[in-house]
């Protein structure tokens, strides 16, 4: 049985397993090579269970305890051991440390937190759409009510992502962003293209976290950006649509 080391794995500095799984490492074939984990983007499903297998065994976590979600860009959170495991949903959250939590992503933002006082953890998929809609607060607000979370107390990681350089949007984006909470930095025009803007996505979130309470030195960025580094990272932007999903992955400290 081949495995994943998990040094493999980019991170963050979260006191709790986490990490977001690299492009290599897997079975399937262009344009999926190789650790693609998406089940609906067109690649063989042998091959997406051999990758995913991988990835279970690098963490230590039998496949019935896996945490996922049918993303919709929403802002719907799923809380594992009560909600139905692929339900619905656009975050995850759970304090009991058999639960591994599984974000997929190709650009779109792997938001991950660590309560640090009770060990409760959560996991957002925030694309512009989840962001805007709040996906990030509701996180925190489903971790306070079920965990007694207080966001004094929360650490966060913004995982690999497509960032503000590589990400030009619309007008309808830019105002919808600013709507939501987005400072200065995150949305810039397009000098090269008008009517065009550079929207970084981290930038929200991490303003929307510091409103919402946490701690600004508690919330670490990926230097990563997804559509940037080809050779470690899917990019649906990049790719035009036909490219594998990465895995965010975060657990309870045990
Ligand atoms: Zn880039």
């Given at each position: 049985m081949i495995a994943l080391d998990l040094q493999a794995f980019e991170r963050g500095t979260l006191a709790a397993p986490h990490g977001f799984s690299p492009?290599?490492?897997?079975?399937?074939?262009?344009?999926?090579?190789?650790?693609?984990?998406?089940?609906?983007?067109?690649?063989?499903a042998p091959a997406v269970a051999e990758n995913r297998r991988r990835v279970r065994a690098a963490f230590g976590v039998?496949?019935?305890?896996w945490m996922t979600a049918s993303q919709v860009h929403g802002a719907q959170v799923l809380v594992a051991g009560r909600d139905p495991v692929?339900?619905?949903?656009?975050a995850l959250v759970a304090d009991d440390p058999t639960w591994a939590l599984a974000i997929s992503a190709a650009d779109c933002l792997p938001v991950l937190l660590l309560?640090?006082?009770?060990g409760a953890v959560g996991a957002a998929h925030a694309g512009w759409r989840g962001a805007v809609a709040g996906v990030v607060g509701a996180t925190l607000e489903v971790m306070a009510a079920?965990?007694?979370?207080?966001?004094?107390d929360v650490r966060a990681w913004l995982g690999p992502a497509i960032r503000g350089a590589c990400y030009q949007v619309g007008p309808e984006v830019v105002d919808a962003a600013i709507a939501a909470g987005?400072?200065?930095?995150a949305v810039r025009p397009d000098r090269g293209a008008a009517g065009r803007w550079r929207f970084d996505v981290p930038a929200l979130v991490r303003a929307q976290l510091i409103a919402a309470g946490v701690p600004a030195e508690g919330v670490a960025t990926s230097a990563t950006c997804t559509h940037c580094a080809a050779d470690r990272c899917f990019s649906h932007r990049r790719d035009a649509g036909r490219t594998g999903r990465h895995w965010a992955v975060l657990r309870p400290p045990g």
């Open positions: 492009r290599s490492g897997g079975v399937s074939g262009a344009p999926f090579a190789s650790l693609n984990l998406g089940a609906s983007v067109g690649d063989a039998p496949e019935a305890r692929g339900a619905e949903g656009d309560d640090v006082r009770t079920r965990y007694g979370t207080a966001a004094a987005a400072p200065e930095d």
